[in-house]
């Protein structure tokens, strides 16, 4: 168990509906990362968190949206889905905002019917 | 650019045979850090190690052992002793802290070990 938790784990929805994917990081982690596993992209890397403030961005659509709050937990917004969204979205923390390990949640499975 | 390639996508070994996962990397600066994960059938990815491109001692921790050598941008996994539970997907990954990065992971596309008993 890393530590780090997300919910839900499964989620299915219709195309063009919205989902919030919600991560709570380990203990004493300021940063929360999210990342998209698909089967033809991989792992790619979204968006980084740092004590509430947005600290880099991958390849993240504009349908997309994250943020992270006071208390460190952080959500990402998903909307208009579309079949091509259906992917596993991990969240991850590490200790700051250096290239520290980082520690993944297990994951939200989505799929967009 | 930076770039991790494991060329190698699927491996099958009998159990308590060694094998090694190689992992070329591509990146334009002298200060990267590079790791290697595990995802079981379960699915989560679990963290084995860390590594900084200054730090090219080699590095074993019970069966598994890791060769880092900068001169051909390659970071190997090698497990001695193959075992069923060893059976998962292993992934590198880069990171390259320039500012417009983050500290974003950048993987490769994963190598699948089976292990047959």
């Known amino acids: 168990d890393s530590g780090v938790t997300q919910t839900p784990k499964h989620l299915i929805t219709a195309t063009g509906q919205r989902v919030t994917l919600r991560c709570s990081p380990r203990?004493?982690?300021?940063?929360v990362y999210w990342y998209q596993q698909s089967l033809d992209q991989g792992l790619q890397f979204l968006i980084q968190?740092?004590?509430?403030?947005?600290?880099a961005k991958g390849n993240i659509l504009e349908r997309f949206s994250a943020q992270q709050f006071p208390d460190l937990h952080s959500e990402l917004n998903l909307s208009s889905l579309e079949l091509g969204d259906s992917a596993l979205y991990f969240c991850?923390?590490?200790?700051?905002?250096?290239?520290?390990?980082?520690?993944f949640g297990p994951g939200t499975r989505l799929t967009v019917t | 650019a930076q770039k991790v390639t494991q060329a190698q996508t699927e491996i099958s070994v009998v159990e308590k045979e060694d094998v090694t996962l190689d992992c070329v990397y591509e990146?334009?600066?002298?200060?990267?850090?590079l790791f290697w994960y595990k995802q079981p059938p379960s699915g989560e990815l679990v963290f084995l190690i860390r590594?900084?491109?200054?730090?090219?001692q080699n590095e074993i921790s019970g069966r598994y052992s890791w060769n880092f050598q900068k001169s051909t941008s390659s970071f190997n996994f090698t497990i001695t002793a193959s075992q069923v539970v060893d059976s998962a997907v292993y992934f590198c990954?880069?990171?390259?802290?320039?500012?417009?990065?983050?500290?974003?992971?950048?993987f490769g596309a994963g190598t699948i070990l089976r292990v047959k008993s």
């Open positions: 590594r900084n491109s200054f730090d090219e």
């Open positions: 991850a923390s590490s200790v700051g905002n250096s290239p520290y390990e980082q520690y």
């Open positions: 968190y740092y004590n509430g403030e947005e600290r």
């Open positions: 990954a880069l990171i390259y802290p320039a500012r417009e990065y983050g500290n974003k992971l950048v």
């Open positions: 203990s004493g982690d300021l940063s």
């Open positions: 990146t334009r600066d002298t200060t990267y850090y």
